[in-house]
């Protein structure tokens, strides 16, 4: 039983910001290595960010200095915070939890305008 639900995702303008969340179980959140994944249309599915059970945390150089990973481990939360926010980040987003490389959630939808 593994479950991964993603949100937070909408409509911006270019240089705006969103913050996305990934709840899933306590013990998949907190007891693992954590990552966020995005797939444009027409697109391969890219790595975005990651973060360890410890902490230590790892960006794609595409996102770097403007996205930030973090995690609760009391609400057993995966969150992205997306700033200066380009076109070019526009895509469908996904946690994924490196215990359980094969399970994806729905995703959330991140589209920004020019």
């Known amino acids: 039983q593994v479950q991964l639900v993603e949100s937070g995702g909408g409509l911006v303008q270019t240089g705006g910001s969103l913050r996305l969340s990934c709840a899933a179980s306590r013990s998949i959140v907190n007891s693992n290595t954590m990552r966020w994944y995005r797939q444009a249309p027409g697109k391969q599915r890219e790595y975005v960010a990651s973060?360890?059970?410890?902490?230590?945390?790892n960006y794609a150089d595409s996102v770097k200095g403007r996205f930030t990973i973090s995690r609760d481990n009391a609400k057993a939360t995966l969150y992205l915070q997306m700033n200066s926010l380009k076109p070019e980040d526009t895509a469908t987003y996904y946690c994924?939890?490196?215990?359980?490389?094969?399970?994806w959630g729905q995703g959330t939808q991140v589209t920004v305008s020019s």
């Open positions: 973060i360890s059970s410890g902490g230590s945390k």
């Open positions: 994924n939890s490196f215990l359980f490389p094969g399970i």
